[in-house]
């Protein structure tokens, strides 16, 4: 990270704190569109119509061109994400925003636990116990045999595990390619593997539903070019606890707008999760600093 990005803090915060305030936006957007459609053609649409977003880049994107390798991560991403996101949408449209929430916080523990099953990452203890706490945040949340387990609570628990999946094979592709190309190849990708899900369900939308789904696509890009710009701005010391925020606002969204019951437990479990991941983000930010140190100029 450069001394220009580290002396930033109030920026990168700000710019984490809209990107949180977008994506509480793409919850409304889905909540809204309801379960009429099916999850696949939601997700569908959601894509299609954010492809929109690309044309700025298009030519700068036809002149980098597309190796084999970033071709078959990119496919590879993109199918995963397939699943994710048709997940996603499924249990975003069934169960409170704030379980969507709290679940969602789980993705950078998949993260974790994929570097190490597939980069071959050790597991030191102290992140072997973060881990372990997560998971206790998710019983906390689910209550396995006190409360039902809905089929909403299993897709965002499929979702969370595809998505850490997913961002490993991104961090991979981000060495290889650029961003705009690494952002197409996702966006055009599940836009295709949409395809074949959607067809077979398909239900004509109305004008109302085509419309949120195109706010969703614009928030959701929204959100992920200031998360974009807070990264740049400020390191994850800063920036991922004002993401924790999210939780606190979908909490409050799903209340006010949509009269959900606040679950002290889904908060409590929440929060345990979310303090889970800031310990792993720390605690990661604590030990590239150190090999920084030690690495000879």
Do not use: N
């Not at 993260?111 to 973060?130: H, N, S, Y």
């Not at 390191?235 to 991922?240: N, R, S």
């Amino acid at each position: 990270m450069s001394e220009k990005a580290a002396d930033r803090p109030i920026v990168g915060a700000l710019w984490m704190g809209l990107s949180g305030l977008c994506f509480i936006g793409v919850y409304v957007g889905v909540k809204l569109v309801g379960t009429r459609l099916p999850a696949a053609e939601s997700a569908f649409l959601r894509y299609a119509l954010g492809l929109v977003f690309l044309l700025p880049v298009l030519r700068g994107l036809l002149r980098e061109g597309l190796t084999w390798q970033v071709t078959k991560l990119g496919a590879g991403r993109a199918f995963l994400h397939t699943f994710a996101v048709t997940l996603w949408f499924y249990a975003m449209a069934r169960i409170p925003v704030a379980e969507v929430s709290a679940m969602g916080y789980l993705t950078p523990i998949f993260v974790t636990l994929g570097a190490v099953v597939i980069l071959g990452e050790r597991l030191a203890l102290r992140r072997g116990l973060a881990i372990v706490v997560a998971i206790l945040g998710v019983l906390v949340i689910l209550r396995p045999g006190i409360r039902e387990i809905t089929p909403g609570h299993i897709a965002m628990l499929g979702t969370t595990l595809c998505f850490g999946v997913s961002y490993l094979i991104a961090k991979r592709l981000t060495d290889l390619a650029s961003a705009d190309m690494v952002v197409a190849l996702l966006s055009v990708g599940v836009t295709i593997g949409l395809i074949p899900l959607t067809i077979p369900v398909w239900i004509a939308p109305t004008s109302f539903e085509v419309g949120m789904l195109m706010a969703v696509a614009t928030f959701a890009v929204a959100g992920h070019y200031s998360m974009t710009f807070a990264f740049r701005s400020a390191p994850l010391t800063v920036t991922q606890p004002v993401g924790f925020l999210q939780l606190i606002w979908s909490v409050a969204t799903g209340y006010f707008l949509f009269g959900e019951h606040i679950d002290a437990l889904v908060i409590l479990g929440g929060t345990i999760i979310v303090g889970s991941v800031l310990y792993l983000t720390l605690r990661e930010a604590q030990l590239k600093r150190k090999r920084e140190r030690k690495t000879p100029l």
